[in-house]
């Protein structure tokens, strides 16, 4: 005789009963920040849920914001989150995908009219003149694709993506270059 047991499901976020300190700790975005974006990326995620019990666009997001804010693995935030690491596995790809449809709205470098303000909030920040971004890269982990692997062996031994950021004075990024496997040097 076979034992039916119903499934059990743990309990997900809710941005409603966090305080705002705890959401930006948490997430690194503001509440406002965070339901805009929801409100944003929503007719994606919603393509998404098909059952009664599916994750909503508020957890997704909540759910992927939490991975590079805190810099655990899959599973450690997937069980955050409330469910499991192969669903978060396949909701980091939909939300990313999401964003990356929105990318050209909120990454932006600045027009030639607005250099003379970018250049005078770095001033007011550190005292050198004529900034108008700040540049820094880093290696992105990643399992590599099967074919071609080895372009995507850094020096450190682990697969990974080049990633040059640039951001403004006020913390926005105003570029990204995404581009070059973990093989390739950072200049």
């Known amino acids: 005789m076979r034992w039916w047991h119903p499934p059990v499901y ?3 976020q809710d941005l409603s009963t966090m305080e705002e300190r705890h959401i930006i700790i948490t997430y690194r975005l503001d509440r406002a920040t965070i339901q805009e974006l929801c409100a944003q990326l929503e007719p994606d995620l919603m393509l998404a849920i098909r059952h009664p019990t599916g ?3 508020l957890v997704q997001v909540l759910s992927v914001l939490h991975f590079p804010a805190s810099g655990f693995f899959q599973t450690t935030v997937a ?3 409330g469910m499991s690491q192969p669903m978060f596995s396949n909701v ?3 939300v990313l995908s999401a964003l990356l449809k929105h990318m050209r709205t909120y990454i932006v470098f600045p027009q030639v009219e607005d250099m003379p303000t970018v250049k005078g909030d770095f001033y007011a920040l550190g005292h050198i003149p004529n900034i108008i971004g700040a540049i820094d890269g880093t ?3 990643f399992v590599p694709p099967h074919r071609n692997e080895q372009v995507y062996r850094n020096q450190k031994s ?3 993506m080049n990633v040059q950021l640039v951001c403004l004075a006020d913390q926005y990024i105003s570029h990204v270059n995404a581009k070059y ?3 390739v040097h950072d200049a």
Do not use: F, Q, T, W
Request: without cysteine.
């Open 139 to 141: 290696h992105v982990a």
């Open 158 to 160: 682990y697969h990974s």
């Open 92 to 94: 980091l790809s939909r």
């Open 181 to 183: 496997p973990g093989s």
């Open 79 to 81: 069980m955050a989150s």
């Open 10 to 12: 743990r309990p997900l």
């Open 55 to 57: 994750i909503s666009p």
